[in-house]
């Protein structure tokens, strides 16, 4: 399984970015997706997830400013930022959650990460 981010980028405080990660290889199914960021000196941490039918969560710090989405036929989720904040600012990863069979526990695999900057 391989996933393909895409997105990140320089944005003024107040801006707006899209990430995207797409899901390719052979798999089963795909069930939680989700966006956790880190930033320099910091733990990982989670952005927003999605489950296979379409709940979502979210911490306070991006409540209301973000959203996330999936498109199945495609195998990618999305991340939609708005209101950017310099403290936003970090690498952001994507995680799938893959069964390779209908039998399977679901395997978490990671985007190669993309870099987020929020500054003037």
């Known amino acids: 399984v391989q996933l393909q981010a895409s997105g990140g980028g320089l944005v003024q405080p107040g801006g707006s970015l899209r990430l995207s990660c797409a899901a390719s290889?052979?798999?089963?199914?795909?069930?939680?997706m989700g966006w956790y960021r880190q930033a320099p000196g910091n733990q990982r941490e989670l952005v927003a997830s999605i489950t296979s039918g379409g709940s979502k969560t979210y911490p306070d710090s991006v409540k209301g400013r973000f959203t996330i989405s999936r498109e199945n036929a495609k195998n990618t989720v999305y991340l939609q930022m708005n209101t950017l904040k310099p403290e936003d600012t970090a690498v952001y990863y994507c995680?799938?959650?893959?069964?390779?069979?209908?039998?399977?526990?679901?395997?978490?695999?990671w985007g190669q990460g993309t870099q987020v900057t929020v500054s003037s």
């Open positions: 995680s799938v959650d893959v069964r390779s069979a209908w039998y399977s526990h679901a395997v978490r695999y």
């Open positions: 290889g052979n798999f089963f199914s795909i069930s939680d």
